[in-house]
């Protein structure tokens, strides 16, 4: 069975960081992307990083050079570096690992609730 195991949400000021992590087991994942996504209140899922196995990293507009998202394949674990946090990026941050190639695979974790105070 999968599980997608998140842990480092919280309670910061603006400006603060927080570091989150996703260790993912239960099965192996050669080729897979991870990542993170959030939503907040009445707001869509949104993406916010991801990685593939390579390295290959995208973020979003609005993360990027505040947020630092990084992996080890060796124990299938990302990471979500935030820093300079501010209000706006208050919300429940997921992981995410997915496969676009056979066999393809989807998987969310369970969500971790980050606030940022003003």
């Known amino acids: 069975q999968v599980q997608l195991v998140e842990s480092g949400g919280g309670l910061v000021q603006a400006g603060g960081s927080l570091r989150l992590s996703c260790a993912a087991s239960?099965?192996?994942?050669?080729?897979?992307?991870m990542g993170w996504y959030r939503q907040a209140p009445g707001m869509q899922r949104e993406l916010v990083a991801t990685i593939t196995s390579g390295g290959t990293i995208r973020y979003a507009d609005s993360v990027e050079g505040r947020f630092t998202i990084s992996r080890d394949n060796r124990i299938n674990t990302v990471w979500l570096q935030m820093d300079s946090l501010k209000p706006e990026d208050t919300a429940v941050y997921y992981c995410n690992v997915k496969r676009v190639i056979t066999p393809t695979y989807f998987y969310w974790g369970q969500g971790t609730q980050v606030t940022v105070s003003s």
């Open positions: 239960g099965r192996t994942f050669a080729a897979a992307t």
